[in-house]
């Protein structure tokens, strides 16, 4: 299976932002017993050196999650980022923008890309640049009408709604016709995290899947 079959088949990344390493290991287990085998650790621009723990962080989880979760790189905005998440063996590129070179790049180290856009000139750049699915961000804040508006022209091109995503309008956005969606916070929640609140994290991703009809 590649992974943007995977991808089309789980339709649900979790979005890890600025969780200490020694927290992904027990992240992993809880949403992986809820159903969700896909993860994405962000890189965050405003602390380079953070980086290696990002890196790590993928790295760790892809060890020990082989087999049964892809991990990816979030916020991947420059080339030593990604050679850093290639390094550490994640499987996919998310970026919040439409970077076409970056894309052609990630491409040519045969990984998947799942570039960030908004607008439908955007979208098309970044598939005709080399995108295996266009990650519509931020999804929320326009609601799941827009994606169905411009999957009409582009119905070509697969979409992921990232940003204001949750349990209760996550079936909108895959009936308007995204292939996958992007969880943060609300499921990687920080709070359960440092609790230890697993069964939480576990139950809201089991939530998740049946909302994008995976029973």
Same mark, same amino acid.
């Given at each position: 299976m590649t992974t943007l079959e995977w991808v089309l088949k789980s339709k649900i990344i979790a979005i890890v932002r600025g969780l200490s390493p020694e927290y992904m290991i027990g992240l992993a287990d809880a949403l992986y017993a809820g159903g969700i085998d896909l993860m994405e650790v962000t890189f965050n621009q405003t602390k380079p050196e953070s980086w #290696?723990?990002?890196a790590q962080a993928i790295r760790t989880v892809a060890e020990y999650m082989k087999g049964k979760m892809l991990v990816g790189a979030g916020t991947v905005m420059r080339q030593d980022q990604l050679d850093m998440a290639r390094d550490a063996d994640a499987k996919y590129i998310i970026t919040p923008n439409t970077n076409l070179q970056l894309i052609r790049t990630v491409k040519e180290y045969g990984l998947a890309s799942f570039p960030g856009a908004f607008t439908p000139s955007e979208i098309t750049e970044a598939y005709e640049a080399g995108a295996d699915m266009v990650k519509v961000f931020p999804a929320g804040n326009i609601g799941a009408a827009y994606i169905k508006a411009i #999957?009409?022209?582009l119905s070509h091109i697969p979409l992921m709604a990232v940003g204001g995503v949750n349990e209760k309008n996550a079936a909108?956005?895959?009936a308007a016709g995204c292939c996958g969606l992007g969880v943060g916070g609300?499921?990687?929640n920080k709070a359960w995290i440092e609790a230890g609140q697993w069964d939480r994290i576990t139950a809201l991703a089991a939530e998740y899947r049946k909302a994008v009809g995976r029973e």
């Open positions: #290696k723990d990002t #999957k009409a022209p909108e956005f895959i609300n499921l990687v």
